[in-house]
């Protein structure tokens, strides 16, 4: 059994810093990438950021320069350092998880259950 659990999630003012983090325990052989989603009420789920198993990154075009993500492999964490933030980044966020869970067997997508950010104007 696997599980992701997000936190740092909260309510936050026009320009103001959060930073997410998603722990990832249970039956891990291998973490491979490791991403932060987020949905906005009445939009489709979006692809925040991005970090493969070798550290490397992508991020959404509306997050560059903002948004940063990390993680610390020992810990089976990833996280979302979020600046300058914007009432339109207000959504709940995901993490998601690629991981294999016993040598031999195929890789599976994991979610957390998703933690709440709130940017008040």
């Known amino acids: 059994q696997v599980q992701l659990v997000e936190s740092g999630g909260g309510l936050v003012q026009a320009g103001g810093s959060l930073r997410l983090s998603c722990a990832a325990s249970?039956?891990?052989?291998?973490?491979?990438?490791m991403g932060w989603f987020r949905q906005a009420p009445g939009k489709q789920r979006e692809l925040v950021a991005y970090?493969?198993?070798?550290?490397?990154?992508n991020c959404a075009d509306s997050v560059k320069g903002r948004f940063t993500i990390s993680r610390d492999n020992g810990k089976n964490t990833v996280y979302l350092q979020m600046n300058s933030l914007k009432p339109e980044d207000t959504a709940i966020y995901y993490c998601?998880?690629?991981?294999?869970?016993?040598?031999?067997?195929?890789?599976?997508?994991?979610w957390g259950q998703g933690t709440q950010v709130t940017v008040s104007s």
């Open positions: 970090i493969n198993s070798g550290g490397s990154t």
């Open positions: 998601n998880a690629d991981i294999i869970i016993r040598l031999g067997v195929s890789s599976y997508n994991y």
């Open positions: 249970g039956s891990i052989f291998r973490l491979n990438g």
